[in-house]
């Protein structure tokens, strides 16, 4: 789970397609998941939350699906808009703690 | 609602010199965290105030790092004497515990050191 290296990973998608951006969490005891969008120039915008007692969580045109047993985490945008375009991140964190720990992020293109 | 705002949005200053910054964290919202993003290593929480208490400083990188929280409106986080290795994008996040833990970010202050 720690941030590292110079280069993203990017996913490119064509505009009215569906994104699914994935994110392998480190810590077992983790129990509470964010996935943020980061624009250029601008700071992390919360996006959607899951707590470890559901699999699925859907809000407006996302859908985040959490698999504990492999600890994964993916984040579904339908219809993906180029205003989608951003670095999306995961964050985790453990009950009883403060302290999250963040993806490196996925940077999400969207093709007109 | 104001979000947390963070000033200045942008500081360019010269090797050795004093930097603060400043947040403002959401109204109600009782824990604040100070984050250092860069390509390098990422989002690195630096500090973590509770109820205006610093928590957890063991991020913060050396003795010129130093932040207060004045009180619940209010918080600085200073860089003296600042060096261009700490230039980087200083984010700012605030939570309520009364809520689902959801940490709020500032839009960051861009800082360059020369």
């Known amino acids: 789970g720690e941030s590292v290296g110079l280069h993203l990973p990017t996913l490119s998608v064509q505009e009215g397609d569906n994104s699914i951006i994935n994110c392998a969490y480190s810590n077992s005891a983790s129990d509470y998941f964010i996935w943020y969008k980061q624009e250029s120039g601008k700071g992390p915008q919360f996006i959607i939350d899951i707590r470890s007692n559901m699999d699925k969580r859907q809000g407006q045109r996302v859908t985040v699906l959490l698999n504990k047993t492999v600890k994964h985490l993916s984040l579904q945008i339908a219809a993906t808009q180029p205003g989608d375009s951003a670095v999306y991140f995961c964050a985790e964190k453990a009950g009883g703690t403060y302290k999250y720990i963040f993806g490196t992020g996925t940077r999400l293109k969207v093709l007109a | 609602d104001a979000g947390v705002i963070q000033s200045p949005r942008h500081e360019v200053t010269e090797m050795g010199q004093e930097v603060t910054l400043r947040c403002k964290p959401i109204?109600?919202?009782?824990?604040l965290f100070w984050y250092r993003q860069t390509m390098m290593r990422g989002l690195e929480l630096l500090i973590y105030?509770?109820?205006?208490?610093?928590?957890?400083d063991s991020g913060m990188p050396e003795d010129r790092f130093s932040a207060k929280m004045p009180n619940a409106s209010f918080s600085t986080l200073k860089i003296q004497p600042s060096e261009p290795r700490d230039s980087a994008v200083y984010f700012c996040?605030?939570?309520?515990?009364?809520?689902?833990?959801?940490?709020?970010f500032g839009p960051g202050t861009r800082l360059l050191v020369l």
């Open positions: 996040a605030s939570s309520s515990q009364l809520a689902e833990e959801t940490q709020y």
């Open positions: 109204s109600g919202h009782n824990s």
């Open positions: 105030f509770n109820n205006n208490v610093p928590i957890d």
